[in-house]
Nanobody, 130 residues
Framework: QVAESGGALVQPGGSLRLSCAAS????????FGWFRQAPGKEREAVSC????????YYADSVKGRFIIFRDNAKNMVYLQMNNLRPEDTARYYC?????????????????????????YGQGTQVTVSS
């Protein structure tokens, strides 16, 4: 399973680090992705990272502000979010899926239903507001 944490209320321009704790499986075989969904909007991919060589993909809306990284030894994947904007407000979800190799852009952009991922979390709320 995967479990997200770290969401909070933060002012515009602030930073947050989201964490995704994985358990029950070997992280190296899985690519991870962060997705978000705001009320009334469709889910969108934020960033994905491969299991082996740490290839990354970022949505244009977060490129240069967000960083995805993983610590396989600690069974953790992180999303460092800097210079947050009100439009980043959403519930953020962590997903893990095997079989993508380094094709993380494909993982991020393939419109899977949540139950099609090997693991999908319950989400953590991020609110950016003054």
């Amino acid at each position: 399973q995967v479990a997200e944490s770290g969401g909070a209320l933060v002012q515009p321009g602030g930073s947050l680090r989201l964490s995704c704790a994985a358990s029950g499986f070997t992280l190296e075989r899985f690519a991870f992705g962060w997705f978000r969904q705001a009320p009334g909007k469709e889910r969108e991919a934020v960033s994905c990272i491969s299991g082996s060589d740490a290839t990354t993909y970022y949505a244009d809306s977060v490129k240069g502000r967000f960083i995805i990284f993983r610590d396989n030894a600690k069974n953790m994947v992180y999303l460092q979010m800097n210079n947050l904007r009100p439009e980043d407000t959403a519930r953020y979800y962590c997903a893990a899926d095997a079989g993508w190799g380094s094709r993380v852009q494909a993982m991020c952009l393939t419109p899977y239903e949540t139950d099609e991922y090997d693991y999908y979390g319950q989400g953590t709320q991020v609110t950016v507001s003054s």
